[in-house]
């Protein structure tokens, strides 16, 4: 028996705005508890919610960046519920009104519908000792709602992956999903081929790219297997346990009626002018969809080139800055891809934490374009300008590093050291190539890197052949 999978996802996004959604307190993560707090956010009688006009920004960039219908008109309302993060006993949130819907992101060989974007604010967390921070009570949301148009664990880390990229491009969010940031449920079922949709399962939260995975594997099995016994599939909400890699049931699904939502009757509907939303297209970065096909195009780029230079709005930076300066697309992406990654990992640095001067990078670039430096003295120096903030121009001075450019002389040194080596020369002869980069190690050592590998083996070559 053939088996179809659907998964719909319902993304929860922090928005990284200064304040919280209803009122003026600081929306950060890792503050101490329950120092960002103020009567709205607290639920004290007669505080009134006034919404956060950035927050409604940061939706609308959101919903163009995805391709949504944006609806002028913003209207909020009442999630009523009672747990003890909550304490007004209801959460704010657009209900009947989302202000983004329609939308779609591509991913390879296939278009993810959105059903909807809406703002809506966060709870606050149970702490360990089952005390409440109230910080995060009202810090602004997004949630992302998906048709089920999924049909595999790829295709929604795919779509995930490419979320991330907008929302950190568009600097919305900086979708961090262990700090919460970014926050993952996962709606799956699984029908028999040719049947109607199944019943449908809610995975809350779950925690990490690869949980999301193990996840969505483990429930497919666990569906296709009760099919297969002919029981039948309970609509409920599991939550994935990360330990023991499977997930575990946590309650039967609220149904709508359950929130008895309602208009939110504290804040008047906001209609927002069509400048408001001009000025934000207007301002909209290009995507890294968009700059993927324009660096293939314009630059001739290679595929892993093109991926590390958008590895972050930070990189992406660094590499256009560069571009602007030296305009050598190729070479700028090659010392970004080859050595600035090489640096990073080698001595674990974090590369979106990384300070550095753009002039000495731009300098060290040209010299080594100029034909002033060799390859080895452009990776040394570049190394120091990464880790130490080293000034290239005087350092390579001081060092006493630019290229030998007397040919005669670099010849007659090599004719010289041949000389001293004639047993690696035989060993060349008779086959050996490893004689060969011996000897090229030798005149390196000799200049001290100040000639340029390839001039020293063609040289070498010259008086060995003849
Ligand atoms: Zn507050």
Redesign the pocket.
């Known amino acids: 028996m053939q088996y179809k999978v659907n998964i719909g996802l319902e993304v929860h996004i922090e928005l990284n705005t200064k304040n ?1 959604m209803f ?3 600081k929306s950060s993560f890792g503050d101490k508890e329950n120092t ?7 639920a004290q009688p007669g505080a009134l919610p006034i919404p956060n006009k950035e927050a409604i920004a940061l939706a609308i960039k959101t919903g163009i960046a995805t391709n949504c219908k944006i609806d002028k008109k913003v209207i909020f309302d009442r999630k009523n519920y009672f747990y003890k993060d909550l304490p007004k006993g209801y959460q704010i949130t657009q209900f009947f009104n989302p202000i983004c819907k329609d939308g779609y992101i591509n991913i390879p060989n296939k278009k993810i519908n959105i059903r909807q974007i809406h703002i809506e604010e966060d709870a606050g967390k149970v702490c360990k000792n089952n005390t409440i921070d109230y910080n995060r009570a ?1 810090v602004p949301l997004l949630e992302l709602v998906t048709m089920p148009d999924f049909e595999s664990d790829e295709e929604v880390i795919q779509f995930l992956k490419a979320l991330k990229e907008i929302l950190i491009f568009c600097n919305v969010s900086d979708c961090k999903i262990q700090e919460g940031s970014m926050r993952v449920d996962i709606n799956l079922s699984v029908r028999k081929e040719n049947m109607p949709l199944g019943n449908r399962v809610e995975i809350k939260n779950v925690g990490s790219f690869k949980s999301i995975k193990n996840a969505i594997n483990y429930e497919i099995k666990r569906h296709i297997n009760l099919l297969e016994n002919n029981n039948n599939i309970n609509v409920e909400t599991r939550k994935f346990d990360e330990n023991n890699n499977k997930t575990i049931f946590m309650r039967n699904k609220e149904t709508i009626k359950d929130y008895s939502y309602f208009k939110e009757p504290d804040i008047l509907n906001i209609n927002l002018s069509n400048n408001f939303i001009f000025n934000i297209k207007n301002n909209m970065p290009i995507l890294p969809e968009e700059k993927r096909k324009l660096y293939a195009k314009n630059y001739n780029l290679s595929e892993n080139d093109i991926k590390a230079i958008l590895y972050s709005p930070k990189i992406n930076n660094l590499f256009e800055e560069l571009n602007n300066k030296i305009n050598n697309p190729k070479e700028i992406a090659n010392i970004i891809s080859g050595e600035l990654f090489k640096i990073c990992n080698e001595n674990k640095i974090n590369i979106n934490n990384l300070t550095f001067n753009i002039n000495y990078i731009s300098n060290i670039i040209n010299l080594f374009l100029n034909n002033k430096i060799s390859r080895d003295t452009y990776k040394n120096v570049f190394f120091e300008i990464i880790i130490n903030d080293v000034e290239p121009i005087s350092f390579i001075e001081k060092n006493n590093l630019y290229l030998l450019n007397d040919t005669n002389f670099i010849e007659s040194k090599i004719i010289n050291i041949l000389k001293e080596n004639t047993k690696s020369i035989n060993d060349y002869k008779n086959g050996k190539e490893k004689a060969l980069k011996f000897l090229i190690g030798q005149c390196m050592k000799y200049f001290k890197g100040k000639c340029d590998s390839n001039i020293i083996k063609d040289i070498i070559l010259k008086h060995i052949n003849y």
Do not use: I, Q, S, T
Request: proline content about 8%; charged content about 15%; some cysteine.
């Open positions: 919280k009122c003026r307190c960002n707090v103020c009567p709205v956010c607290l009202g």
